[in-house]
């Protein structure tokens, strides 16, 4: 009977374990990297977006934790980052900036990503030529100071000072309210050049039918003079206990993986060039 007994208590503390934590990753309505379910958008991406795989892999590659993913709006991301109690809240990309760190804890740099870029049609390279320099950077200010290459950007989205300033400058360029709709514009042929990460117009691209394995692109991008060309980028978690050991878990799995599988998923959402020039730009070992 004892034996009996001690079966059926080892069993019950196999198949009981410990209850895992929950870390809330928080995921706004941004594809491609975090891809909602919606009605133009092809039900085979929805969920796949490369910061849900990336929030996949991590919750995967470390001990006690597991994934409850919240769909939530910028504003209210930096609300839940701030709110007391010891909560896991966690973005699996984003941009360490000097705000952020007053109420986030960042992990190790996950990979390089194009900083933002103009962009223009293919077919309007003609205008912004005369802005480029040798190696193929452009002068934004003076490219707005252009009256014939007709520009949009994205109103009340912060790019960087440098290229804010500019813009400030600028007050006929064309401003949409949604980041989505000036890559729609320019696939459109509504403008001739826009501002955006590379991976935005390739989205926009995509969705309207582009074919992820063509040669060719109807756009090109172009690095803006004064900007790094690459940013790293990282997992930020709410800066509590609980946020900083999740984070300790974080930068042992990416220490522990030289290769960094995890930078292929927003590899694939850039085209050819850009991809080759991120891969160019990491440090030897690590790709």
């Not at 594809?31 to 892999?57: C, L, N």
């Not at 522990?256 to 991120?278: I, K, S």
Request: aromatic share 10%; proline share 9%; net charge neutral.
């Amino acid at each position: 009977m004892r034996l009996l007994a001690a079966i059926i208590l080892s069993t019950l503390f196999l198949v009981s374990p410990a209850q895992a934590e929950p870390v809330n990753w928080l995921m706004p309505a941004y594809p491609p990297a975090y891809i909602p379910e919606h009605g133009e958008t092809d039900r085979r991406w929805v969920g796949g977006g490369f910061a849900e795989q990336i929030q996949t892999w991590f919750t995967g590659h470390t001990t006690g934790y597991e994934s409850e993913p919240i769909d939530a709006s910028m504003s209210r991301i930096m609300s839940l980052m701030q709110s007391p109690g010891d909560k896991i809240y966690c973005l699996a990309t984003t941009n360490p900036t000097e705000s952020r760190a007053a109420f986030m804890v960042f992990s190790a740099p996950l990979y390089l990503q194009p900083s933002n870029r103009v962009i223009v049609r293919t077919d309007r390279a003609a205008l912004v030529a005369p802005y480029l320099d040798a190696a193929g950077v452009i002068d934004l200010p003076a490219l707005l100071r252009d009256p014939k290459a007709a520009g949009s950007v994205a109103s009340g989205r912060v790019y960087s000072n440098r290229i804010d300033s500019a813009l400030a400058l600028a007050p006929d360029v064309d401003r949409q309210s949604s980041i989505q709709t000036p890559p729609k514009l320019l696939l459109a042929g509504r403008a001739d050049w826009i501002v955006a990460y590379p991976r935005e117009i390739e989205w926009a691209w995509r969705a309207g039918g582009g074919d992820a394995a063509a040669e060719t692109r109807p756009y090109r991008t172009y690095a803006i003079a004064g900007e790094p060309p690459f940013i790293p980028s990282h997992i930020g978690c709410s800066k509590n206990a609980a946020g900083k050991r999740f984070i300790d878990q974080v930068d042992k799995a990416i220490a522990a993986n030289p290769d960094r599988p995890w930078r292929l998923y927003m590899l694939a959402w850039l085209d050819r060039e850009d991809r080759t020039a991120v891969e160019a730009a990491e440090p030897a070992g690590t790709r």
